[in-house]
């Protein structure tokens, strides 16, 4: 007899339990517990589980349970293995079993059978209602066009007087509902040809596990130097625990077709000075990705997000850059455009600068300290997967103290098919020391510098910058004309 208080199952439901096997009317074999556990963790909300068991199989057929895997498990990645004897144990048949015992699934599945309500009034004294469960919260039912939508929002019950709409009270129900499970199991009927132990390795997908790389950058005083540390956060929602796992991350982007369901994932900003220390990631080139091994083993337990370190590097080479990016995306624009200017960082992801080692993905917070030795957030930025002995920008925001002006001076139709446009740049520096302004500029078509105040570099076909250096309170102008086809 099973009975609800309040809406909520009192405790002696899960003495039922044991019952349950019986509910599965198979009579499986439970796997004793895990000897080894190991996880891999994508970057794309998803995770790859081998769990290592020993269990003992008869000669024929054999049925066998699994239970503790990831409520969130694709059950078509699902391999089962004998590593004792791989060829003498196949997989007949394979179920997975994941209708939970919880008060609105047995509810649901209750619909149609007699019910009594218990409610406990004032001064002891206890009303008792008999009835036909009609309705329950949260029933999934489907249309003749099989659309699918949630019905019920409360507990309907027919007695012989009449219906009663959203009762309440202890609810008792004779008995449990047949397939219900106390937790996800796998359930595999499999056929043996060498009796005895077996040493098996189940492993599996599953959805609701992602991982990310969050940096930590402290810069010096003038912004020529950083300490920078990586902090890897693992988030597991996928309904189940790893204890003692060994962990591995991977970084890179995995094809795979799935349905895009991203969890919302927690924020968490560190700022603190970095400290040398041996790494406690090994990181190793796999296929085309990176794979990250965590030295020892941890605990991820079910709705977690553990935070770990990747690494530190002390003393990092940096180099500040102001950079004016022009924000037309054709040119043919008149009148005068106030721009600002960028502030970015840039670093080499080199040995020489205590790093080398593969950037996974992940955004970078910028910290410093201001004269009174407090520690001040002056900018964020996303950075991409960054191999080694390549180069990272991060840019932190907008300069305060340099101001931008972009104008066209001038155009010319010299032909049907070319066009002469003049600009002028105008840069003010009003800090105390003198700075370099970097100009990005972009040209679309068959185009040509016909003059220019000052050098400039061709980047591409669409790009040419000019470097522009500007003494302490003073302002340079940067002029050119271009030709356009």
Request: hydrophobic share 35%.
């Amino acid at each position: 007899m099973l009975r609800f208080r309040n809406g909520k199952a009192i405790a002696a439901i899960l003495a039922l339990s044991s019952a349950l096997a019986l509910a599965a009317k198979v009579p499986a074999q439970e796997v004793s517990a895990s000897k080894d556990v190991a996880i891999t963790v994508y970057n794309q909300n998803f995770g790859l589980v081998k769990d290592t068991r020993e269990i003992n199989l008869k000669g024929g057929i054999n049925f066998l349970r699994f239970e503790d895997v990831a409520a969130a498990i694709d059950p078509t990645t699902v391999s089962f293995t004998s590593l004792t004897a791989p060829n003498s144990v196949a997989v007949r048949e394979q179920n997975y079993q994941f209708d939970l015992m919880d008060e609105s699934t047995i509810l649901a599945r209750s619909l149609g059978k007699t019910v009594k309500f218990r409610q406990y009034l004032s001064g002891g004294a206890v009303r008792e209602i008999t009835g036909t469960l009609l309705s329950s919260p949260s029933v999934t039912v489907a249309d003749s066009n099989g659309n699918i939508s949630q019905r019920g929002q409360s507990i309907v019950v027919k007695t012989g007087s009449g219906i009663i709409v959203g009762a309440s009270g202890e609810l008792e129900i004779a008995e449990l509902p047949e397939g219900l499970v106390a937790k996800p199991s796998l359930l595999w009927k499999l056929e043996c040809d060498k009796a005895g132990a077996h040493n098996t390795e189940i492993s599996y997908q599953t959805q609701g596990m992602n991982w990310k790389c969050d940096y930590v950058a402290v810069a010096n005083a003038d912004d020529s130097s950083c300490d920078l540390t990586s902090w890897v956060t693992i988030d597991n929602k996928s309904g189940a625990t790893y204890k003692n796992a060994a962990l591995k991350l991977m970084a890179g982007d995995v094809h795979k077709v799935q349905q895009p369901s991203a969890a919302p994932m927690m924020e968490r900003a560190m700022a603190m000075d970095a400290v040398a220390a041996e790494p406690q990631f090994s990181e190793q080139s796999f296929a085309e990705y990176h794979l990250y091994s965590l030295k020892g083993r941890t605990d991820v337990r079910d709705n977690e997000t553990k935070q770990l370190t990747l690494f530190n590097a002390s003393a990092v080479p940096v180099k500040k850059l102001y950079v004016l990016e022009s924000n037309n995306s054709y040119y043919g624009g008149d009148g005068q455009q106030k721009q600002k200017v960028n502030v970015k960082l840039e670093l080499a992801n080199s040995k020489d600068n205590n790093l080398g080692m593969p950037l996974p993905k992940g955004k970078v917070r910028v910290y410093k300290k201001d004269q009174d030795g407090a520690m001040q957030f002056v900018g964020e930025d996303e950075v991409d997967h960054t191999p080694k002995d390549e180069k990272v920008r991060v840019y932190i925001g907008d300069a305060f103290d340099i101001a931008a002006e972009r104008v066209q001076t001038g155009q010319q139709q010299i032909s049907e098919r070319v066009q002469r446009q003049s600009y002028s740049i105008s840069l003010r520096n009003h800090k105390k020391e003198a700075v370099t302004v970097t100009c990005v500029e972009h040209a679309w078509g068959d185009w040509k510098i016909v003059n220019s105040s000052m050098p400039y570099t061709k980047k591409d076909s669409h790009t040419f910058e000019f470097n522009v250096k500007v003494a302490p309170d003073t302002e340079e102008k940067l002029t050119y004309t271009i030709e356009i086809k």
